[in-house]
């Protein structure tokens, strides 16, 4: 589900987490409503999986709207290595 090298953005509420898929759904960005990886924990349960290639394009359509993620995450092996938050 989450490749090696994609960004895992982590937001405190499903309510959250939902208005920035949409928003970024409708900014037409490759991302994908993921439950959150065993290895983060989070209070929602739900976070947005990010391709790298997306990451610029996501940061703007966010930032334009206000929906800073908590943390953001990227896959490297088996690990996820926190990169904001």
Do not use: T, W
Not at 39 to 68: H, N
Request: aromatic share 4%; charged share 30%.
């Amino acid at each position: 589900m989450v490749r090696n090298g994609d960004l895992v953005a982590v937001f405190h509420s499903v309510h959250r987490v939902m208005e920035a898929e949409k928003v970024l759904k409708l900014g037409g960005a490759d991302i994908l409503l993921i439950p959150v990886p065993r290895q983060l924990s989070s209070d929602c349960g739900l976070a947005i999986r990010i391709p790298v290639a997306e990451q610029s394009r996501v940061d703007a359509l966010l930032a334009e709207k206000g929906l800073k993620p908590a943390e953001i995450y990227v896959r490297k092996d088996e690990d996820y290595v926190k990169v904001a938050g």
